[in-house]
């Protein structure tokens, strides 16, 4: 992203609103996905396929609720 020159960006809102919205709407999309690929491995009894669908669900919800209780703040 390009600014004027001596634009600064905003620390508290670095991304455009509609970025910020696709974001979250795949950190949502994580949490249906990682329940569909974990039974899948289960199923199969696929061991990565197991830790990586955990991994990306547990991923999903941690950023979910960093961005929504705003914990890097308190970092």
Do not use: C, H
């Amino acid at each position: 992203m390009r600014y004027r020159e001596g634009q600064e960006v905003d620390p508290n809102n670095p991304y455009p609103e509609s970025t910020q919205m696709m974001l979250e709407m795949a950190y949502w999309m994580s949490i249906p996905i990682g329940l569909v690929l974990l039974w899948m491995g289960i199923k199969g009894r696929v061991m990565w396929l197991k830790v990586w669908s955990i991994g990306l669900m547990i991923l999903g919800i941690g950023i979910l609720i960093n961005e929504y209780f705003g914990l890097a703040d308190l970092i």
